[in-house]
Structure formats: structure tokens, C-alpha cells
């Protein structure tokens, strides 16, 4: 799983909760799909 596009109040729930060191956060979806793909190789 990868957030992507998410707001900076966003970004902060995530970083306060610590899902950020669960899931990687992209800057774009694009971005996004490419990781998922770097990573099921």
C-alpha cells in the first residue's frame, strides 16, 4: 500500500500516528504506481 497525494493535515495524521513508517507517502500517483511496481519485483 501507497498514500499519494495527500494534504498536509493528511501528512501530519499520518506522521503523528506513525503510518508513515508503515506505508510510504508519494507526492504523486504516478509516483505511487511506480513504487508499487519496483517493489513486487
Known amino acids: 500500500m501507497v498514500f499519494c497525494d495527500v494534504l498536509?493535515?493528511?501528512q501530519?495524521?499520518?506522521h503523528l500516528t506513525q503510518l508513515d513508517t508503515l506505508w510510504?507517502?508519494?507526492g504523486?500517483?504516478?509516483d505511487a504506481v511506480a513504487r508499487?511496481?519496483?517493489n513486487d519485483a
Open 36 to 38: 508499487l511496481h519496483r
Open 28 to 30: 504523486t500517483r504516478a
Open 24 to 26: 510510504p507517502v508519494c
Open 8 to 10: 498536509p493535515h493528511e
Open 12 to 14: 501530519e495524521v499520518l
